[in-house]
């Protein structure tokens, strides 16, 4: 099982970023998928999650309006559209897929917010 996180970088407050997460060994389309993050000294967090069929997501309070999670399951591939990112946006962005008890973790992708 494999998942592959993209698309983070350093970008200057008030721009934007889309980060990807494709995933192998797993059948993709059954998972709820969640972006989640650390910064530095701080607990991981939950960012924003998407049922396995794309009909509901959740966010959190501090990104909601300006992040969009979406998946494309002939992709096996989730999405985490960032807008309006903020310097405490800045983090480690880890995707996840769970189903049941059971869980997979990406090896997380660095975004900074910086001027």
């Known amino acids: 099982v494999q998942l592959v996180e993209s698309g983070g970088g350093l970008v200057q407050p008030g721009g934007s970023l889309r980060l990807s997460c494709t995933a192998s060994g797993i059948i993709f389309s059954i998972y709820t998928v969640g972006w989640y993050r650390q910064a530095p000294g701080k607990e991981r967090e939950l960012v924003a999650d998407?049922?396995?069929?794309?009909?509901?997501?959740n966010y959190a309070a501090s990104v909601k309006g300006r992040f969009s999670i979406s998946r494309d399951n002939v992709e096996n591939t989730a999405y985490l559209q960032m807008n309006y990112l903020e310097p405490e946006d800045t983090a480690v962005y880890y995707c996840?897929?769970?189903?049941?008890?059971?869980?997979?973790w990406g090896q997380g992708t660095q975004v900074t917010v910086s001027s």
């Open positions: 996840n897929a769970k189903l049941g008890g059971g869980d997979h």
């Open positions: 998407v049922s396995s069929d794309g009909g509901w997501t």
